[in-house]
């Protein structure tokens, strides 16, 4: 018995090194892109995400048609907010804005990419994607540069790693070009 003891214990220990696997991320299933128009009484419309709540911004200094679009599945919200050009708030003053907030991220990033776009109805858009451990991935604005300034960025209520959250931020970023082209402007 003793014998047969050390034979299988010696059979065992025959086996490769052992080696630690890294830890690993949870699967995340992404539904498939669906779209529903806004409602409300706002001074833009678009279509957003239908596995997105709109949500008014509870941010104390918030202003009438700020939003967030939350993704409760996903742990993001993508905040939203609009500013009527004005005399006060020119064209170049909130573009300025838009362009410092992304900037105040250049400690933590390694990289921020910009694109100059035009949408279907005729809007110009700008497009920040941000590389690195940073608190927002992707910042955008839509005017229409005389009336209407819209911004947008993704924020995540989580400290997780951007590798492990990147498969959601493509996701977003599809839904948000969407957005960006669907956009419409009240007059």
């Known amino acids: 018995m ?3 003891g050390i034979f299988l214990i010696a059979l065992m220990g025959c086996e490769e090194n052992y080696l630690p696997k890294p830890p690993g991320y949870n699967r995340i299933d992404l539904p498939n892109h669906s779209y529903q128009p806004l409602s409300g009484d ?5 279509d957003f995400s239908s596995h997105s ?6 941010f104390n200094l918030a202003e009438k048609n700020w939003i967030n679009l939350s993704y409760p599945n996903f742990g993001a919200k993508v905040h ?11 064209f170049r003053t909130l573009s300025t804005d838009a362009f410092k907030l992304t900037a105040k ?7 921020i990419e910009e694109s100059v776009l035009v949408t279907p109805n005729g809007y110009t858009g700008v497009v ?6 940073v608190p927002t991935q992707f910042q955008f604005f839509v005017t229409d540069s005389t009336e209407h300034f819209l911004r947008g960025a993704l924020y995540f209520n989580t400290a997780m790693k951007n590798d492990s959250l990147a498969p959601v931020i493509e996701y977003i970023k599809v839904d948000m070009a969407h957005l960006m082209n669907s956009m419409k402007f009240r007059d």
């Open 105 to 111: 991220h250049q400690i933590k990033a390694y990289g």
């Open 80 to 90: 939203l907010t609009y500013k009527p050009i004005t005399q006060a708030q020119d």
């Open 2 to 4: 003793v014998l047969a």
């Open 53 to 58: 709540k709109v949500e008014p911004d509870s």
């Open 42 to 46: 706002y001074p833009y419309q678009f």
């Open 128 to 133: 920040a994607e941000l590389q690195g451990e």
